[in-house]
């Protein structure tokens, strides 16, 4: 299974920005699809997942998320979406997508996304 995101770029503190990722084939059974980040010099870490039956909330996510950040997925389309508003500078990373299904993990291969203050 390829991951492929979309949606990173330039975006002003206090801005919003939505990112997508689409798997390359059909997930069907129980499966875990998630955003991580990695900023510069950090460890990458998780942002906020969604399991495969819902297709908004609940959903697991991290305190940092504070009510700025909503997952969202499209089970039809294979795809997971990432609605990021009130971006601070700290959120600048590259944003990763995560898939786990069938005891295998999958990965994209990221997008950056850079607030200015």
């Known amino acids: 299974v390829q991951l492929v995101e979309s949606g990173g770029g330039l975006v002003q503190a206090g801005g919003s920005r939505t990112l997508s990722c689409s798997a390359s084939e059909t997930i069907f059974g129980f499966n875990v699809m998630g955003w991580y980040r990695q900023a510069p010099g950090k460890q990458r870490e998780e942002v906020e997942e969604?399991?495969?039956?819902?297709?908004?909330?609940?959903?697991k996510y991290a305190d940092f998320v504070a009510g700025r950040f909503t997952i969202s997925r499209e089970n039809a389309e294979n795809t997971v979406y990432l609605q990021m508003n009130s971006l601070k500078s700290e959120d600048t990373a590259v944003y990763y997508c995560?898939?786990?299904?069938?005891?295998?993990?999958?990965w994209g291969q990221g997008t950056q996304v850079t607030v200015s203050s």
């Open positions: 969604v399991a495969s039956i819902f297709s908004s909330g609940p959903r």
């Open positions: 995560n898939l786990r299904w069938s005891g295998r993990e999958y």
